[in-house]
């Protein structure tokens, strides 16, 4: 390691910073875009902001990607309050 | 009787900076869901002040001392601190005034620095940690967040191509309040814990804190609550540098940058490479410029940024250490007349920022270069 700068720790924050915050998001949206799915949609015109499209297979892929989200965002907080909160030494 | 008389008065002095650091933050959590109006502007902010508070008691893990491995500690006095937090504030109201985000760390850093150095000399200060842990890591970090950014913005436009642009603004906009969210919670975790580190070290220096002791109760708590009340002010000024002079902001670019920002800061605190909150938050949102297709980057406001960024350090640590010499030349009592001195200070900058006001109302009013909106009043205000 380079006494001026730590390339191990950089390499890190950006490869898992790629992962949770570009991959999360891309995610999210792969989520919203299968819940836009659907013929309500499709008829509702250019200018709507519906969201949701109506298919069934659509809403489940869309619930699979936003639970996917969520738990990683509960796991990252769960380790960092565990860092901040170490066990007492035994 | 004389020394808790001062101690006080630098645990009040620390919460103010404390303060400071909250309010001219909340631009980098929540500058880009008010540009976007995926949150009024008020609710933005009390979001914002609400996760600093659960974020403040969510990790201890920096419970140490921000000069820790920068000078040395035994040079560190109550004076030393006083006009270290002096240094810190005059700048972070000076670059608010400006509506300039730059990083507190720093800021506080350079106060301490200078201080330091004006008490016992220039070999107190640990130049090479200095470098490796405070100057380089200011360089690389915008530069990584911008990456992440630009990443996923490029992503997130990619896989909603297919999407009405309405529908998807809606989407992104959900997705940008649960971003800005944690970056709100990182803030907390993170900047918090910097003025927990201050107080501790001046109770340690006055003898009321065994060395290496970690920080009560009480301090934590203070911290918490001030931080999170200067969130809540909210520094609208940097606010709306952030979310309207830098970059023209929609909701894809603003979750895309949110969620670079979040994750950057809490993977570089966990693996102990601490970075500015700001400087992350500012090169995400250059990222997030540079990853949507035709969008238009202002690097005539983001090199304003980074030459304040560039003096950021030195400028702080001249106020702290002009701080510190001053008390000194006065004797016992010289820390009140800094003390005083930092109070009307405070005061001007204040009443010259209020002549030109930026709040909830004016925030989002269209950028013409300059910070304050044009005092066009009610009939632009849509």
């Given amino acids: 390691m380079n006494s001026w700068i730590n390339f191990a720790a950089i390499g890190k924050i950006l490869v898992f910073g790629l992962i949770a915050g570009a991959g999360l998001p891309a995610l999210f949206a792969i989520g919203m875009l299968s819940l836009s799915r659907g013929a309500k949609a499709r008829t509702a015109g250019a200018d709507s902001d519906v969201v949701v499209g109506g298919s069934v297979a659509g809403m489940v892929v869309a619930a699979v990607c936003f639970l996917v989200v969520l738990a990683a965002i509960a796991w ?14 035994k | 009787m004389h020394n808790d008389l001062v101690l006080v008065l630098v645990v ?137 950014a630009a990443t996923g913005t490029w992503l997130l436009y990619r896989i909603s191509r297919s999407m009405t642009r309405a529908a998807r603004g809606h989407g992104f906009r959900i997705g940008q309040i649960g971003s800005a969210s944690m970056v709100s919670l990182a803030h907390g975790t993170n900047d918090a814990q910097k003025t927990m580190g201050v107080i501790t070290l001046a109770l340690i220096a006055n003898g009321t804190l065994a060395s290496g002791a970690t920080a009560p109760f009480w301090v934590i708590l203070s911290c918490a609550l001030a ?29 895309a940058a949110e969620s670079a920002s979040a994750a950057v800061i809490l993977l570089s605190s966990s693996f102990g490479y601490s970075l500015s909150t700001t400087h992350v938050a500012t090169g995400s949102i250059i990222g997030s410029g540079l990853g949507k297709r035709g969008a238009e980057v202002r690097w005539g406001v983001a090199g304003r940024m980074a030459t304040a960024w560039l003096f950021t350090l030195p400028c702080s640590a001249l106020v702290g250490a002009a701080a510190e010499g001053l008390a000194r030349a006065i004797g016992t009592s010289g820390v009140f007349l800094d003390l005083i001195l930092l109070a009307v200070l405070a005061a001007v900058i204040y009443r010259k920022a209020r002549a030109n006001k930026v709040d909830h109302n004016n925030v989002n009013a269209e950028w013409t270069g300059t910070v304050a909106p044009a005092e066009t009043e009610p009939a632009t205000a849509a």
Avoid: C
């Avoid at chain 1, 990252?76 to 030494?89: D, F, N, R, T, V």
């Avoid at chain 2, 506080?108 to 470098?131: D, E, K, M, P, R």
């Avoid at chain 2, 309207?244 to 670019?253: A, F, M, R, T």
């Fill in chain 2, 227 to 255: 931080i999170s009340i200067g969130t809540y002010v909210g520094g609208w000024r940097v606010i709306r540098t952030l979310g309207k002079g830098l970059v023209e902001i929609e909701s894809p670019q603003g979750m």
């Fill in chain 2, 12 to 148: 009040i002095t620390a919460l103010a900076f404390d303060f400071t650091n909250g309010f001219h933050d909340t631009g980098n959590a929540m500058a880009t869901s008010i540009a976007t109006g995926a949150l009024p502007p008020r609710v933005a902010v009390g979001l914002s002040g609400v996760l600093n508070l659960a974020g403040a008691f969510l990790s201890l893990a920096v419970a140490a001392t921000i000069a820790n491995g920068l000078v040395e500690t035994g040079d560190v006095t109550l004076t030393v601190v006083a006009a270290g937090l002096a240094g810190g504030i005059i700048w972070n109201l000076l670059t608010w005034l400006l509506g300039i985000p730059s990083s507190s760390s720093h800021a506080l850093i350079g106060g301490v620095i200078g201080a330091t150095i004006a008490a016992a000399g220039a070999s107190a200060v640990q130049w090479h940690n200095l470098t490796s842990k405070v100057i380089i890591p200011a360089a690389l970090s915008p530069i990584i967040a911008a990456l992440v």
């Fill in chain 1, 76 to 89: 990252s907080l769960y380790e960092i309050y565990k860092i901040g909160h170490p066990a007492p030494a």
